[in-house]
């Protein structure tokens, strides 16, 4: 796992009363970077699948666009951890019909 910061390894246990309470003593931890991959606590959360924690930790303004080592977001986690292989084969599948459908429709000017 790495040498977490206390709020972040909590996050990540998903130790929703230790994440109390060190915000509770240093609001300034809820948007710290761990030291060895530069994780927050909301990336800890969103990468575990954590949602209590995230929600809580977006209710003390957690910062979304911070980023860590990997210059991935807490977004990107939370997105991978939603979808499943079966909703990306139809996203795959699906994207290309809809463009070519979005084409025709605006090659032959009609519109909603």
Sequence with gaps: MGIYSPICHA????NFNEVQ???QEDIKALNVHDSFG???PLICACKKGHIRMATYLLSMNADINLK????????HYAVRRRFTFLDYLLIIILMPVLLLGYLLMVSTGLSY
């Excluded at 996050?11 to 998903?14: D, G, L, S």
């Design 38 to 40: 530069g994780d927050t």
């Design 21 to 23: 309470q060190i915000l």
């Design 68 to 75: 860590n080592n990997k210059d991935r977001m807490c977004l």
């Design 11 to 14: 996050a990540y246990e998903n």
